[in-house]
């Protein structure tokens, strides 16, 4: 089954403590993007990837790293979490501008 | 740059009337569009697209849009709503240059649909 896959679904942890959400997808895609949902706001894009070790930056990158090794892959770090980047994260995959595939989403806290 | 205004932020309908929800863009050149929707506690799904070809798309569960060069608009159109039609809609609009590709997002609309 054709698929993005996220890694944890929620998530608890306190301020400063590493954490990296893990994103894999199966079906090839060149293009992998990262997006966090906050009430009132739609989604903004953290960082996107247009193929491995290509990666740039979206609306709202601070904070963040990514990094793209592996096609399937596309994980999330959070270096020293703080509470402003509580929030429903989404990885999505796709080609190109075709339709993008979205991950069931993560729920992050950070206390 | 690219930019998404959904004009309503929370829609009402009863089931079986029309539902409108509306969408307006700004780009400096002819746009890729999309409507997303998103169930409560679900990820998001594709509903439609508009990538230049016919200016009347349509998508799944009998939703449509109409792209309206003249106007800036994308609205998301259905004929008659139904209960499961309750979700959050996104209309999105493609950024996409030589060395970028990014989607934006408009804040969304909330749909509901009373029985």
């Known amino acids: 089954e054709a698929q993005v896959t996220q890694n944890p679904r929620y998530l608890i942890t306190v301020t400063g403590k590493k954490l990296t959400v893990t994103c894999s997808q199966n079906?090839?895609?060149?293009?992998m993007s990262w997006y966090r949902q906050d009430p009132g706001l739609g989604l903004r894009q953290i960082y996107y990837?247009?193929?491995?070790?290509?990666?740039d930056k979206g609306d709202v990158p601070e904070g963040y790293k990514v990094s793209r090794k592996e096609k399937r892959n596309f994980p999330l770090i959070l270096e020293s979490p703080s509470p402003n980047q509580t929030s429903l994260y989404f990885c999505?995959?796709?080609?190109?501008?075709?339709?993008?595939?979205f991950g069931p989403g993560t729920r992050l806290t950070v206390l | 740059a690219q930019s998404v205004t959904q004009l309503d932020s929370h829609v009402s309908v009863s089931e079986g009337t029309p539902v409108l929800l509306r969408c307006n863009y700004s780009?400096?050149?002819?746009?890729?569009l999309f409507w997303y929707v998103q169930h409560p506690n679900k990820g998001l799904q594709l509903l439609l697209k508009?990538?230049?070809?016919?200016?009347l798309v349509k998508g799944i569960n009998g939703f449509e849009a109409e792209f309206k060069k003249s106007e800036t608009s994308f609205h998301l159109t259905k004929p008659s709503a139904h209960m499961s039609d309750a979700a959050e809609y996104f209309c999105?609009?493609?950024?996409?240059?030589?060395?970028?590709?990014?989607?934006?997002f408009g804040t969304g609309t909330r749909l509901q649909v009373f029985p």
């Open positions: 999505a995959s796709s080609f190109g501008q075709r339709e993008q595939f």
């Open positions: 079906m090839n895609h060149e293009y």
């Open positions: 990837s247009m193929n491995v070790e290509v990666t």
């Open positions: 780009s400096s050149y002819s746009p890729s």
């Open positions: 508009y990538t230049s070809a016919a200016t």
């Open positions: 999105v609009v493609s950024d996409r240059t030589y060395n970028t590709d990014k989607l934006i």
